[in-house]
């Protein structure tokens, strides 16, 4: 009986220890977020009196993005500093791409857009985190489905680039708002499992999922805003 107790008091402990290392990982990770963003606003803010400069340049900026995501980042796991460092990089460069529209909606007189679209994508952005919390159902299984989607939005966004469709413009940046949405729910649900080795892997996919649905806000609420 002892032996039993003894037993139990050490799996309680353990998972305490548990306990206590995710909720670690997940405030890091939402740390991180939080410098993502000012990262992100820094990069659009130093380089918001080169607008054209950066409209000139966009494909080659787009492009670096790429290039660090996909290699920068992936070259970088699991060396602490690095990782840090390439995380920076890409949501600074994030935040240059957006200079352009910053600057339209600016100079159409709209900068009051820019705030609103970024309030409400932190509430919606919120609203969804807690759902995927408190909610009983699983997203976790979601993957493969919401990449297949994802593959498909791009490639209908890249199609849309030669046609120059407004009407499948707006059914793009639609299913792009409910996709990212659902990938909110998704990537906080994997957080809180425990399903990311590094606080700077999940900072990176819940930014990615803030960055789109602010984007998209922000062109919807440019569009609704026009007279």
């Known amino acids: 009986m ?15 220890a548990l306990s206590s290392e995710r909720v670690g990982f997940i405030k890091k990770t939402y740390q ?5 963003m000012l990262a992100a606003a ?8 080169f607008a054209a400069a950066v409209m000139k340049y966009r ?22 500093g690095l990782n840090l460092m390439m995380l920076f990089l890409f949501t600074f460069l994030t935040g240059v791409s957006l200079v352009p529209l910053l600057a339209f909606l600016i100079g159409m007189g709209k900068g009051a857009v820019i705030g609103n679209a970024f309030l409400a994508t ?3 952005f919120g609203s969804l985190s807690l759902f995927a919390i408190n909610t009983s159902k699983d997203f976790t299984n979601w993957g493969k489905g919401l990449f297949i989607t994802l593959i498909i ?12 469709n407004g009407i499948l413009a707006v059914i793009i940046n639609a299913a792009v708002l409910l996709l990212f949405g659902i990938f909110t729910i998704y990537d906080t649900q994997n957080i809180v499992r425990g399903m990311y080795d590094s606080p700077v892997d999940a900072a990176l996919s819940l930014y990615l999922d803030f960055l789109n649905l602010f984007t998209v806000i ?9 007279d």
């Open 32 to 36: 991180l977020l939080a410098l993502s």
């Open 218 to 226: 922000l062109e919807f609420l440019g569009v609704m805003d026009n």
């Open 2 to 16: 002892a032996l039993y107790e003894r037993d139990y008091t050490i799996d309680r402990a353990k998972e305490s």
């Open 42 to 49: 820094l990069g659009a803010y130093l380089t918001m009196p």
């Open 122 to 124: 932190a509430v919606l």
């Open 153 to 164: 939005v791009v490639i209908a966004s890249i199609v849309n680039l030669f046609l120059g």
């Open 59 to 80: 494909w080659f900026i787009f492009g670096a993005e790429l290039l660090v995501l996909f290699f920068g980042i992936g070259f970088s796991k699991g060396k602490p």
